[in-house]
């Protein structure tokens, strides 16, 4: 089968391997692309074949550092435009579904979480919305690093760029809803300010909710004395506003409120926190004030 080698690769994780992948036949095929030619079958077939050897080796590397440089191998191969790179992600997608569910099958789980993680981290390095299913099903990860660079791979500059030039707001308003699912449940502070910047790059109508979402479980964090990294709220407070903007009705009004009423909970935690709080947080809020 073709992908067989990938699943036997489990078996053979004692083996030596080399540590790099071929690249001179990709190469040739990225050149001559850009040339001009375009990609033919046979060049689909050098793709697939490179994705296929890149991937066996993560699974097969004798230690971190060698799947990490495949990663990079396999990142760098990518190109920046054109036909090549819209056939190399293609193909990506196939190769990274596969590996995904293959990376389920590894029983040690210190080396699961590594190849998992790099796989996630390679998605989002890759950089299009065309790998945006892949993200989307991690989301819910138990890792949260994974998780962070499932955000990461669906929120950074280059998909809102890639989301606006190609006119995707089915896509986009798809991510904003997994996104405000994920809400509720996510602690980490530079996953949600992903998720922040993200909802106030984009003009799209299921930013509302999200934002709404995110400003409701903040303040009811000032409201217990239980919030930290008072300093998001700057990206936050920008969202709100950025969103209300761009709004009418009672969802322009909303979303002031909830600017409102974020902002005043800051405030009021500077005021009432002087003898409670470390300096260190006292100057967030000042950032945040300001």
Known sequence: MKYSILILALFLLSFPVFSAVDTAEIAAVRTRAAGGSGIAASDEAVISKFWRAGL????????????VDVRRQLKAQRGN???FTKAYLAEA??????????????????????????????????????????????LADEDEGGRYWAVKALTQPA?????????????????????????????????????????GSVTNPAVSP?????????????????????EMDVALLTALGNAATLQQGETRSMLGRKFAELYASVFQRYMKGQAHLSPQQLDGLITVIA
């Open 210 to 230: 999200m934002l709404t979402a995110i400003a409701d479980k903040r303040i009811e964090q000032y409201r217990n004395w239980t919030v930290n990294n008072e």
């Open 93 to 138: 997608l196939k190769d990274l579904q596969i590996a995904f569910d293959t990376v389920e099958r590894i029983e040690n789980p210190e080396r699961r979480a590594l190849v998992d993680r790099n796989l996630m981290i390679l998605t989002a390095e890759l950089e299009s919305v065309q790998l945006a299913p892949l993200a989307l099903a991690r």
């Open 56 to 67: 066996d080796r993560m699974f097969l590397a004798p230690d971190t550092q060698e799947v």
């Open 159 to 199: 998909i809102i760029v890639e989301l606006a030039n190609s006119g995707g707001p089915d896509l986009a308003g798809q991510i904003l809803k997994a996104l405000t699912e994920r809400v509720a449940v996510e602690h980490r502070p530079e996953t949600v300010t992903m998720m922040i910047e993200f909802a």
């Open 81 to 83: 435009e054109g036909a």
